[in-house]
């Protein structure tokens, strides 16, 4: 089944009806806010990714805001244009999750690990940008958020990114993808987004076992 399959099937699922949308102001003003900031920065290229997206030898002297901005600057417009799909389109199926605080930390820390993971572990990778090892991790999280709440589907969805997932690490990456965005796709960015997602999960459950709830 290929993405555009599997986008349909999501879009019919989730987001058929357009009133039920997450439009109040908590669910999409986190969204709205780091799609913005793309595409800010993207309107100073080539000299944001020069100075922002991750490059290890600029870290290794100190530039070490790098860690979070490389997330936020693209190789080339389908980079940046895919991405704020992703957004758009996670936003469409978990934005009823979303709050602006929660939406916002969650992209951060996310956003930190998928950096910190490269920089770590993937020795091979001297340069990093773009946003979608972040949306990898935000999308297992809203999965799991599904399948808390008894939706069914967030069982094919957990399943899905993690197939795909590991497709890539066995195969790589779509050579499509790769030609849209003018680079090679950094995939193990993906594995570290969605690892970090893990992280998210394992924070709300230990937040929902051990610590009490507002009544």
């Known amino acids: 089944m290929d993405l555009v399959k599997v986008f349909t099937i999501i879009y019919k699922y989730y987001v058929g009806n357009l009133l039920n949308l997450p439009i109040k102001f908590q669910q999409i003003t986190g969204p709205i806010f780091i799609a913005l900031l793309c595409c800010l ?75 910190f993971g490269i920089f770590l572990y993937s ?47 066995l195969f790589g990456a779509d050579q499509m993808i790769t030609e849209l965005i003018a680079a090679n796709v950094a995939v193990d960015a993906h594995l570290y987004g969605a690892v970090g997602g893990l992280g998210c999960i394992l924070v709300y459950w230990i937040k929902n076992k051990y610590l009490p709830q507002n009544t």
């Open 41 to 115: 920065l993207w309107l100073f290229e080539p000299t944001t990714s020069a100075y922002l997206a991750l490059q290890r030898e600029m870290v290794l002297n100190g530039d070490w805001w790098q860690f979070l901005s490389a997330n936020f600057v693209h190789t080339n417009s389908n980079h940046l244009l895919l991405n704020i799909a992703g957004i758009g389109l996670l936003w469409a199926i978990h934005g009823q999750y979303y709050t602006l605080k929660n939406y916002l930390l969650s992209t951060l820390l996310l956003s930190l690990f998928v950096t």
């Open 123 to 169: 020795p091979n990778l001297d340069w990093y940008a773009g946003l979608s090892g972040t949306l990898h991790g935000i999308f297992v999280y809203g999965a799991y958020l599904d399948i808390r709440h008894k939706v069914k589907f967030g069982w094919i969805l957990m399943l899905g990114v993690w197939a795909k997932i590991i497709n890539e690490q």
